[in-house]
Structures are given as C-alpha cells and as structure tokens.
Nanobody, 124 residues
Framework: QVQLVESGGGLVQAGASLRLSCVAS????????MGWFRQAPGKDREFVAA????????YYGDSVKGRFTISRDNAKNTVTLQMNSLKPEDTAVYYC?????????????????WGQGTQVTVSS
C-alpha cells in the first residue's frame, strides 16, 4: 500500500509559477511510475504529466507541454510538478498518482494509488 500526499497548491495570478510536491510512503518508491492529473469543476480528470520509475522518460499533456516539468527524487520519495506561465485554464484540483511498475502512463485507470489532491487557482 502506498499513500500519496500532495502539497504546494494555492492562488496565483496568471503568468506566475507554482511548484507542487507529492510525497509517497513506502520503501519501494523507486519502482513506481508516477503521474499528475487534474480535474476542474464539471470536467473529466485530465492527464498532466508522467515520469517513469527511473526518471528516464517523461510525458506531458498537450495543454501543459513547454510550461510544466515533472521530476522525481527517489531518495526522498518525492515527485514534483513545476508549473510556469500559469493560465486561468490551469485552475483545477491536482492529483498525484502512482503505478506499481512500468514506464509512463497517461490514463487514470492505469494508476493504482491516488493522493487527495491540492487546489490550484489561477486568476486572470
């Protein structure tokens, strides 16, 4: 069992940056593929970014490509999402997700564990 705890959300103006963190419990974090998703009110959960267990491979949703960066520190059981040039349409609850094995995954059903989410609000 893995527990994921996100932090770093908040209210910012358009053009600002935020850095989200997700800390995972457990001793096998370095075996897990990790991802970030987001969900705005009334919308489906949307893929944001993914990173392989060894950080060799990353993948991004089209709407965030070039603005967001996913990274991980396996020594600290942490995955981070650096969000730059934020836009009002980035407003959502952001969720961290983990999959027990593998590379990068873009569908929510492919992940085994989820955090509770952290709210990001971008004002215009």
């Amino acid at each position: 069992q893995v527990q994921l705890v996100e932090s770093g959300g908040g209210l910012v103006q358009a053009g600002a940056s935020l850095r989200l963190s997700c800390v995972a419990s457990g001793r096998t974090f370095n075996n897990y593929a990790m991802g970030w998703f987001r969900q705005a009110p009334g919308k489906d959960r949307e893929f944001v970014a993914a990173i392989s267990y060894n950080a060799v491979t990353t993948y991004y949703g089209d709407s965030v490509k070039g603005r967001f960066t996913i990274s991980r520190d396996n020594a600290k059981n942490t995955v981070t999402l650096q969000m730059n040039s934020l836009k009002p349409e980035d407003t959502a609850v952001y969720y961290c997700a983990a999959r027990q094995t593998g590379n990068t995954y873009i569908w929510a059903y492919q992940y085994d564990y989820w955090g509770q989410g952290t709210q990001v609000t971008v004002s215009s």
